[in-house]
């Protein structure tokens, strides 16, 4: 069975009948031979269902996040605005997915040259349960209309999402396997990849799953496109705005309580703003109202899970023992549920979990440095770089610092770092390779065809 735990009670919120590898094999055969005919509509067909699907979703929007809320805790302003989000990227590749996949005209010797970008065919996705629509609806609207097809291995948290997006598809006016969930856990995840109609796989997940999972798909030379987990650093500088910092930046550390790859985790301040930056942002980090997520009053619910709670209490238990200092937060509460505060530690170094690891949660790591080449030195110091921020009144000089000196796939000025349908969206080294959203990410699961007429 898979059963989700709702983390604020404890209490099982709905359970699920485990398909069996019988019941995966029917399921991806049914999807192949969905995607045959599939492939052939045209891009007006697929962006009608996909426009559907978006007013669909926004019809929705409170029922999904009151489910989400449940599953896995996110609070529900938060909710609805995921769901708005998963609109938006069904009809931003309506709008754009057939200029976006044109073919491409090369000028040879030959009388006709040009590049035709054609479907693989199904695409599995694995999906974790931190946005459980957002991730899936950033990989799905762009595979479907790209002419593929897709199966979904959900986090085994999150199982009423699961079905619920695949019941969207249905309802939404997609052909019933074009889009399907694979309820199953992760030990039958390589079977499904090594299966001759599996054409590639999408991650999102932890970098020892996406380490995994590139493994087993190299191993059958299958594209994968892997998004992973993130350190991401936010460097204030002296000539910062520190007010609107430190509310950008307690934003971005507690979005989703703080269960983000891109979350804000690393504050690399510089010496002469220091104190006063941390005065703000522990005045910003202290005003979070953290409770049940359902409550309409409330900005940050409980984690996913009991587990990932105390996983996160131990990596701050162990920072603070090897000498970094709590500012606030920093123990478990004494109620029921997956709850943790949010919590800043300082004079976190080198050799520490809250230095070197990834903090998935409210925990925030701030970090002194001298100047501003020691700010960027330590923010790439890390084998993560998915995401990347700098504050500084001086937007040139920002800019040269986002585009040149620090390493990651996404670096933002002045504000934290998000995903847009518009941007191309992953990261480098232990972060992961490949691209989602824009066109480049529509481009990752297709035939690159070159195509010459003598």
Known sequence: ????????????????????????????????KCWQQWRKTTFFQRSQMMQNLATLLKSKQEELAR???????????????????????????????????????????????????????TILAVMPWNFPFWQVFRFAAPTLMAGNTAVLKHASNVPGCAMAIEDLFREAGFPDNVFRTLLIRSNLVEAVIKHP??????????TPAGKSVASVAGSVLKKCVLELGGSDPYLILEDADLVSAAKICATGRLLNAGQSCIGAKRFIVVDKVYSEFLEYFTYEMNKANFGE??????TMGPMARIDLRDELHKQVSDSVKKGAEVVIGGARPERKGAYYPPTILEKVKPGMPAYDEELFGPVASVIRVKDESEAISVANDTAFGLGAAVFSKNLKRAEHIAETQLQAG???????????????????????FGRELSSHGIKEFMNVKTIVVK
């Open 1 to 32: 069975m898979m059963r989700s735990i709702n983390p604020a009670t404890g209490e099982i919120v709905q359970a699920f009948e485990a398909h069996s590898e019988k019941g995966v094999e029917k399921i991806i055969n049914s999807v192949d």
């Open 67 to 121: 489910l989400m809320a449940r599953e896995m805790g996110k609070v529900l302003r938060e909710g609805v605005a995921e769901i708005e989000k998963c609109a938006w990227v069904c009809e931003y590749y309506a709008a754009h997915s057939e200029n976006f996949l044109e073919n491409e005209t090369i000028a040879t010797n030959f009388s006709k040259s040009y590049v035709s970008y054609q479907p693989l065919g």
């Open 197 to 206: 109609a599996v054409k590639g796989v999408s991650l999102t997940g932890s």
């Open 293 to 298: 997520p359902w409550e309409p009053d409330i």
């Open 410 to 432: 996404c670096c933002f000025v002045n504000d934290f770092v998000k995903s847009d349908p518009r941007l191309p969206f992953g990261g480098i080294g232990e972060s992961g």
